[in-house]
């Protein structure tokens, strides 16, 4: 169901509903002939704001169907405020797995799709849910990790409770597809620390990545919406870094008998988390 439609330039766009009431915002190239490579994007806290539309309706500019489900569909709470940051809403691996699945489903049945070739990406809070995802469902063929993931400050993506009912170690054990992560130096939220106990994890049980850290990048610097943290031609780099990696794991470049392992950072020397603060 076809709730209402945006215009971006090299992309037909629409918002739409499947599964259980699950809404998203859908993104499709206008000048490429299917069948499509998906970027599941899985948005921000702040639900599907601007900066999510955006995303989906670039990585549509670029050739791929883009798909952005709102993981608040369901909940009946003040979005217009939650938009606005002012406050969060934790989003349990249960909501993960169920929103994101039914995505996954949906995706499965549009004729205009390849399956071999669906990508989840993960921004910020929603950092680890492309890792979720394809901790059981196999169809996801590539995981995006951007500033997220691996935190243990204000959300500690490390703790069990209600949220995540089982070691986070668990879930990463799981992970089938390539993991791209990137991160930036000057992040208040996650640390080089945390960078390195994800990369620690993952190399302990034999998961293949490529993590690049930006030197002095904030958090949220891929973010147009916000001046004063956007770095636009480190984003751009960023970008055609991603898409390299997509490029390679679907040329075979990722083979599933060998573990592969790549980290590139710049960082200071005397690099000092706790004097990283939050850039508006």
């Not at 938009?83 to 995706?107: H, K, Q």
Request: glycine share 6%; proline share 5%; aromatic share 12%.
């Amino acid at each position: 169901m076809v709730e209402k439609t945006t215009g971006f330039a090299g992309a037909k766009t629409e918002m739409m509903t499947f599964g259980n009431r699950v809404s998203a915002f859908l993104a499709v190239p206008e000048n490429v002939a299917p069948p499509y490579p998906v970027v599941m994007l899985c948005h921000e806290r702040y639900g599907l704001v601007q900066h999510t539309l955006d995303l989906a309706a670039k990585w549509a500019a670029d050739g791929y169907l883009s798909i952005a489900p709102d993981l608040f569909s369901r909940w009946d709470g003040d979005k217009e405020a939650l938009a606005r940051g002012d406050f969060m809403v934790p989003i349990s691996d249960d909501e993960i797995r169920i929103y994101m699945g039914e995505t996954i489903d949906y995706l499965l049945e549009r004729p205009d799709v390849d399956a071999k070739r669906i990508a989840v990406m993960g921004v910020c809070q929603s950092g680890e849910y492309p890792l979720v995802l394809n901790s059981f469902r196999d169809e996801v063929a590539a995981n995006i990790v951007v500033y997220g993931g691996a935190q243990t400050g204000i959300v500690n993506v490390w703790d069990v409770g209600e949220v995540r009912r089982e070691p986070y170690e668990d879930i990463l054990k799981r992970v089938k597809a390539p993991i791209i992560g990137i991160w930036g130096e000057d992040d208040f939220v996650v640390s080089v620390d945390d960078v390195q106990r994800l990369r620690n994890t993952l190399e302990k049980h034999m998961k293949t990545y490529v993590f690049k850290l930006y030197r002095d990048m904030p958090h949220g610097w891929f973010n147009s919406t916000m001046p004063g943290r956007y770095r636009p031609a480190e984003t751009e780099d960023a970008w055609a870094y991603i898409k390299k990696f997509l490029d390679d794991v679907y040329a075979g470049a990722f083979p599933k008998d060998r573990v592969l392992w790549r980290f590139e950072s710049d960082i200071a020397p005397d690099y000092d988390f706790t004097k990283k603060y939050r850039q508006v």
